[in-house]
């Protein structure tokens, strides 16, 4: 069976960012979706699209083609009192390269990256990690088969439903982030995360899923924080 619309698709890839490796998915990990669900790169889709289990593939995407060019407006500088839990700025979440993610005012969950501290303030990177970047994929294709109808109405890790309704399939280790791309930190898919843990929608540290709401400990730092200038 080929890969198209309406197909789960798992396959194998390694993402090389600068020289470097940023992200895979293993054999014993596969990246797993519904291919033509808009859960990947479009350009990332077709070319993988008409390709069978076994078939390898090769290809760059230009920042154009991946997650845009780096977007100076989207930095932000928010007092460090959007950053406290429990009555406590949580200095020790505000390091530069730190993924935190917050509520903006419309209270949606966007990810942003701590791009500067200041003594009172803190300037947040919300543009994609991977922005501005040229990603150059390799990879192979493991399986395909058609989805089942609950996978197209609910997603394959119920990522079509609202966000109550659905819980939060995360991953640690190999293979986190599959290249995926959301707006806005909707999905962790494809954002750069550290450690290669992934959570469907939302951010956390060390494996933990957050549902908008702050936690201790630092598993995540939503604060009070509006992403949007005054």
């Known amino acids: 069976m080929k890969v198209q619309k309406n197909n789960v698709v798992e ?5 090389i960012v600068d020289g470097k490796l940023a992200d895979k998915a293993t054999q014993e990990r596969p990246l797993g979706y519904i291919h033509g669900t808009h859960m990947l790169l479009p350009k990332f889709e077709s070319e993988v699209e008409g390709k069978e289990p ?26 460090k009192a959007a950053f ?22 419309t209270g949606q969950v966007v990810q942003g ?9 803190v300037v947040m990177d919300f543009n994609h990690p991977m922005a501005g970047k040229t990603l150059n994929f390799t990879g192979k294709v493991v ?22 309704e659905h819980e939060c399939h995360c991953h640690k ?3 986190g982030c599959h290249g995926e791309g959301h707006k806005d930190g909707e999905c962790c898919h494809g954002e750069g995360k550290k450690d290669g843990e992934c959570c469907h929608g939302e951010g956390k540290k060390d494996g933990e899923c957050c549902h ?4 201790k400990d630092g598993e995540c730092c939503h604060g009070n924080g509006d992403c949007h200038k005054e």
Do not use: C
């Open 84 to 105: 406290e839990i429990d009555g406590k700025v949580r200095e020790d979440l505000l390091v530069v390269g730190q993924i935190i993610p917050m509520l903006s005012n």
């Open 173 to 175: 280790g190999e293979g």
């Open 54 to 79: 076994g078939d390898e593939f090769a290809f760059t995407l230009t920042p154009e083609e991946g997650y845009g060019t780096f977007d100076a407006s989207r930095l932000f500088e928010l007092p």
């Open 212 to 215: 908008g709401e702050g936690k």
């Open 113 to 121: 990256t701590v791009h500067e501290v200041k003594p009172d303030t």
């Open 143 to 164: 399986s395909v088969r058609e989805a089942t109808e609950k996978e197209l109405k609910e997603g394959l890790h119920g990522e079509f439903l609202p966000q109550e």
């Open 11 to 15: 396959l194998t890839y390694e993402l």
